[in-house]
């Protein structure tokens, strides 16, 4: 069990990501809180996690107000007053397949407010509790395109926002014994993005991203779950202010 005794905070825990997350650190042990503005979607999660034998607890939060942060990381304090572990899952893309000409300025702030305001917000008050224990693993979520991508400007800002982020928090962080790091998937196959697409247009993109990546096929939540898994356990105990691209080879 390579989590037995943490308690673990993992947000976006409603989606496709996250859920396998949280199920997988139950499965090792973790008492899990699982956090979402998606509060059904969220004690579904919850519920899957009991069954299977995990222990766990349900915060709702929208991670693109600073108030909800602040309140999650206290309800987590006053319950549990200790937090081992934050996975920054919470995120989504706000303005897919804009031309460079059609940036809109809601959308691109909602991007930057999801994926990279709300990661920057999260770590803060991971410091403030991480810091005094002298222990702490941080993981956070940004994307492939941190490399670029045509087309989605700002969530490829966002998700390089955070490549950058994590590496400043490890520098700044290593001598209180934390570790931050980030996970950068390329396609994953979540249940979400299945559904938005269609069937039929999600085949079409999955077959043409599975015959562009090495290992022949898209990634599944679980894939990008062990992923979490290693670097929140102490087998990733000195590795800070690393981006593992989760992948199959693209982009090699």
Same mark, same amino acid.
């Given at each position: 069990?390579?989590?037995?005794?943490?308690?673990?905070?993992?947000?976006?825990?409603?989606?496709?990501?996250?859920?396998?997350?949280?199920?997988? *650190?139950?499965?090792?042990?973790?008492?899990?809180?699982?956090?979402? /503005?998606?509060?059904?979607?969220?004690?579904?999660?919850?519920?899957?996690?009991?069954?299977?034998?995990?222990?766990?607890?349900?915060?709702?939060?929208?991670?693109?107000?600073?108030?909800?942060?602040?309140?999650?990381?206290?309800?987590?304090?006053?319950?549990?007053? !200790?937090?081992?572990?934050v996975v920054n899952i919470a995120g989504g893309d706000c303005e897919p397949a804009a031309d460079v000409e059609d940036i809109d300025y809601v959308k691109m702030s909602a991007n930057l407010d999801l994926n990279?305001?709300?990661?920057?917000?999260?770590?803060?008050?991971?410091?403030?509790?991480?810091?005094?224990?002298?222990?702490? !693993? /941080?993981?956070?979520?940004?994307?492939?395109?941190?490399?670029?991508?045509?087309?989605?400007?700002?969530?490829?800002?966002? !998700?390089?926002? /955070?490549?950058?982020?994590?590496?400043?928090?490890?520098?700044?962080?290593?001598?209180?014994?934390?570790? &931050?790091?980030?996970?950068?998937?390329?396609?994953? #196959? &979540?249940?979400? *993005?299945?559904?938005?697409?269609? #069937?039929?247009?999600?085949?079409?993109?999955? !077959?043409?991203?599975?015959?562009?990546?090495?290992?022949?096929? &898209?990634?599944?939540?679980?894939? &990008?779950?062990?992923?979490?898994?290693?670097?929140?356990?102490?087998?990733?105990?000195?590795?800070?202010?690393?981006?593992?691209?989760?992948?199959?080879?693209?982009?090699?």
């Amino acid at each position: 069990m390579r989590l037995s005794g943490r308690i673990a905070l993992i947000t976006g825990a409603a989606g496709g990501i996250g859920r396998a997350v949280a199920l997988c *650190f139950a499965s090792e042990g973790a008492h899990v809180i699982v956090s979402d /503005i998606n509060a059904s979607g969220c004690a579904e999660t919850l519920q899957f996690l009991q069954e299977a034998g995990g222990s766990g607890f349900s915060i709702q939060a929208d991670v693109m107000h600073e108030d909800e942060i602040q309140s999650l990381y206290r309800q987590i304090i006053d319950r549990f007053a !200790k937090l081992d572990i934050v996975v920054n899952i919470a995120g989504g893309d706000c303005e897919p397949a804009a031309d460079v000409e059609d940036i809109d300025y809601v959308k691109m702030s909602a991007n930057l407010d999801l994926n990279l305001k709300s990661c920057i917000l999260s770590c803060r008050e991971a410091a403030r509790v991480m810091k005094p224990q002298g222990f702490g !693993k /941080i993981v956070n979520m940004s994307s492939l395109v941190y490399r670029g991508s045509p087309n989605q400007f700002s969530y490829s800002a966002a !998700k390089g926002g /955070i490549y950058a982020f994590t590496r400043s928090l490890a520098l700044s962080l290593g001598r209180y014994g934390i570790t &931050v790091n980030a996970l950068a998937p390329a396609l994953v #196959a &979540v249940p979400a *993005f299945v559904t938005a697409l269609g #069937a039929e247009r999600w085949e079409m993109l999955q !077959k043409d991203c599975a015959s562009r990546y090495p290992l022949g096929r &898209v990634a599944t939540p679980d894939d &990008v779950a062990r992923c979490a898994l290693f670097l929140a356990s102490d087998d990733a105990a000195f590795i800070t202010g690393q981006i593992l691209e989760i992948s199959g080879g693209a982009r090699l």
